[in-house]
């Protein structure tokens, strides 16, 4: 086993380092979370000179426009993104996280001619309309119903937690076409144009008092046929494709924001006073702030292994739910640890005295996010029980 | 970079565990409490275990310290008894550790607090780790009384008056590598303890029946071992980079990943082994069922060469303001 660079990564590494020192500067900084169009432009505009430099699509199949590159390979990208504060994929994650990749594996030749170059350029930018208000944790009860209209399908229902659906040209969608059909074998996977008459789009603000997502209300919006990824009622197994594309590198990016927000907090914790000397200078608050330090080596090793597996596609069943699951306690822990250094400069959100303490109250809140989104903690720990500890199902 | 095992670690991997299954099944290793046993001794010594990462030059298999890791990972989980670190590091510096004729305990000396010494009773030669060097003691010299209830039945615990002096056989920068080292292997230790605490719960939960169904069906005892298998998987990914990170120094703060990893390794090995009772029941609460002997055993390594406060202070030592 080895954690060095082998010859060609470090060539690698070494490129995308000179590319990216050299290209950073030439992107605006970060407009304000809710100035939506500008976070499109800016983010549009770091993806197409990621694909003029041949970075678009990193983990995307050549023969569909992409690197190729391997899975460690990856994870260098990112690593020195992040290094380079480059921007991170912003607007274009569910076009270049999944939808992308669903096109590859399940789309027609017309579907993959029509949508994948403008998700590797960054011209168009996609949403996810999967969850609903009744089906969150039960995905596959979803009710949003589609019905067949000669060439087209009639869509009326309602979504939620839509990212980024304010500036999407087109949504991602599990629809109901068969009632009748148990829930997993009446679900359908639609391209929705979001300027399609009939979709209202109602900002949902989040306990980060930010409008992230967004409430998706469908009235007999027609979607043509040929926007069908895959047969009709074959969704589900549609919508579960992009598992096979993940290899590990899923969550690098939070945890490369989260070391960052640690090595503030460890900043902050020497700077702030606390009791009798800084917050640094008590027992309690050092010795967590070390833990939480291990458990976040820890969480790269484990990304490094999972890494390490799915460049030999051997990842084992469950770890990305560890994965998941170590992380969210881990941000939680530190959230809460946070709140504990900043004492009563926690009761802001923006900055105190010029610290970034405002940062730490929101990665507190970001924790939730963690341990709801892509299925919640407790679900993680339903599949890990049954999938791989082999415990019987409850009913 | 490749943090995954090759085919020749799973090999080792399997190769120890099955051993482990076959010669130090829960019977034979209960009987350690009373009487350690040579011959199972010598036949753990001949499989090459305490020799692993030592030169095939001077008898050992010339493998790397994360091979090592492994091995102790397989070792832990199969709950082995016997001073497994002590001869690993003693093997290249006293003669018939590495065959297993020569059992040995090793003390860490402590600044204060009483002085404590795992598996002394059965010792043939004492080594002793001070900051400036380790000395050599020969335990028939000394005045140890053998404590009658040691916490883990299988790990004899003996108490001193005072740290013991002797020949001193190796340097300063020996002791320092002894302490990393040993700190290391009990972490590989405390990992594989927290899965087999984990499979023992597991195996449980799924054959025992209440109010008709196996209680493993339940998400109230579901969650709990769910947790037990992420602790186990976070703490090995911890414990495999620090065994890399000691044969590539280059690629990280060695002392760091070792003090880190002692951190979570010894958070899921007591926490598992905490899950594994409350999930056996009262049954769990017994002296047959094997549930607390896992628990017990994490308490013994968790103290073994540096506190966890100690390692919290190592990491803390590294996070710069």
Redesign the interface.
């Known amino acids: 086993m080895h954690l060095r660079d082998s010859d060609s990564d470090a060539t690698f590494r070494n490129e995308v380092r000179n590319w990216l020192r050299a290209s950073v500067h030439e992107v605006p900084p970060e407009p304000d979370p809710n100035d939506w169009p500008a976070r499109r432009a800016r983010d549009s505009q770091w993806q197409r000179m990621l694909f003029d430099a041949g970075y678009a699509g990193i983990n995307w199949p050549a023969e569909h426009g992409g690197r190729g590159a391997t899975p460690t390979e990856h994870l260098i990208f990112l690593q020195e993104s992040a290094a380079a504060k480059a921007p991170d994929v912003g607007v274009g994650f569910v076009g270049q996280m999944h939808a992308g990749p669903t096109i590859i594996a399940e789309g027609t030749d017309d579907q993959k001619a029509k949508h994948l170059r403008g998700i590797l350029t960054g011209e168009h930018s996609w949403c996810q309309g999967f969850s609903e208000p009744g089906a969150g944790s039960d995905l596959a009860s979803l009710r949003t119903r589609a019905v067949r209209d000669g060439d087209d399908y009639v869509i009326n229902g309602q979504k939620i937690w839509t990212s980024h659906a304010m500036v999407a040209d087109y949504c991602e969608m599990l629809v109901r076409t068969d009632p009748e059909a148990p829930k997993h074998k009446g679900i359908t996977w639609l391209i929705v144009p979001m300027d399609a008459p009939g979709i209202e789009v109602r900002p949902l603000v989040t306990a980060q008092g930010s409008a992230e997502f967004a409430e998706l209300f469908l009235d007999e919006v027609r979607v043509p046929v040929h926007n069908r990824v895959g047969e009709e009622n074959d969704g589900w197994r549609v919508a579960n494709v992009t598992l096979s594309f993940e290899r590990g590198t899923g969550f690098v990016g939070e945890l490369l924001d989260t070391t960052n927000v640690h090595a503030e907090l460890v900043r902050l914790a020497h700077e702030l006073p606390h009791r009798r000397g800084t917050a640094w200078d008590d027992d309690g608050i050092r010795r967590e702030l070390a833990e939480i330090a291990a458990d976040l080596d820890a969480l790269w090793a484990f990304t490094k292994r999972n890494v390490s597996q799915g460049a030999k596609g051997t990842m084992a069943m469950g770890s990305g739910s560890a994965f998941k699951v170590a992380y969210a306690s881990t941000i939680h822990r530190m959230g809460d640890l946070a709140l504990r250094i900043l004492d009563r400069a926690s009761l802001t959100m923006d900055s105190f005295d010029g610290r970034p303490t405002g940062d730490q109250v929101l990665s507190k809140l970001h924790a939730f996010g963690i341990s709801l989104g892509g299925g919640t903690t407790q679900i993680q720990q339903n599949i890990i029980a049954e999938r791989v500890l082999g415990l019987p199902r409850e009913r | ?6 085919d020749d ?1 799973r090999a080792l991997i399997d190769m120890v565990a099955a051993f482990a299954a076959d010669r130090f099944d829960s019977e034979r290793a209960r009987r350690f409490a009373e009487l350690f046993d040579r011959d199972a001794w010598a036949e753990l010594a001949g499989l090459g275990t305490f020799g692993i990462a030592l030169p095939e030059s001077v008898g050992g298999v010339g493998l790397a310290t ?1 091979d090592e890791v492994l091995v102790h990972e397989a070792l832990g989980t199969a709950l082995v008894p016997g001073p497994l670190v002590a001869a690993a590091l003693a093997a290249g510096l006293i003669d018939g550790v590495l065959d297993g004729t020569v059992v040995p305990a090793v003390l860490d000396a402590p600044a204060h607090g009483p002085v404590v010494v795992e598996h002394l009773r059965d010792a043939d030669v004492l080594l002793v780790v001070h900051d400036d060097g380790i000395d050599r003691v020969d335990p028939a010299t000394l005045d140890a009384v053998v404590l009658a209830r040691p916490t883990d039945p299988l790990t004899p615990v003996s108490r001193l008056a005072a740290v013991p002096v002797g020949e001193r056989v190796a340097d300063a920068a020996t002791a320092t590598r002894w302490r990393q080292r040993g700190s290391l292997l009990a972490s590989a230790q405390l990992c594989g303890n927290s899965a087999g605490s984990t499979a023992l719960a ?1 195996r449980y ?2 054959e025992r029946e209440q109010f008709g ?2 209680v ?4 109230g ?3 709990l ?3 037990c ?3 186990t ?3 090995r ?2 414990v ?2 620090a ?3 000691v044969d ?1 120094p ?3 703060d060695v002392a ?2 070792i ?3 002692r ?2 390794a010894a958070r899921a090995a007591t926490e598992n082994g905490k899950t594994g009772i409350q999930v056996h029941g009262g049954m769990g609460f017994t002296w047959e069922v094997d549930a607390h002997l896992f628990l017990k055993r994490a308490w013994v390594l968790e103290t073994s060469f540096g506190s966890i ?1 100690d ?6 030592s ?4």
Do not use: C, N, Y
Not at chain 2, 1 to 6: E, G, Q
Not at chain 2, 216 to 219: I, K, L, V
């Open positions: 970079m490749d943090l995954d095992p090759d670690q994360i597991v939960a799924a169904r196996p493993g069906s339940f998400q005892l579901k969650h071992l769910a947790d298998w992420i602790r998987e976070v703490a990914s911890a495999w980079a065994g890399v990170t590539e280059e690629v990280g760091r990943a003090a880190g990893a951190l979570t406060d390692a919290a202070d190592i990491v803390a590294t996070l710069v303001g």
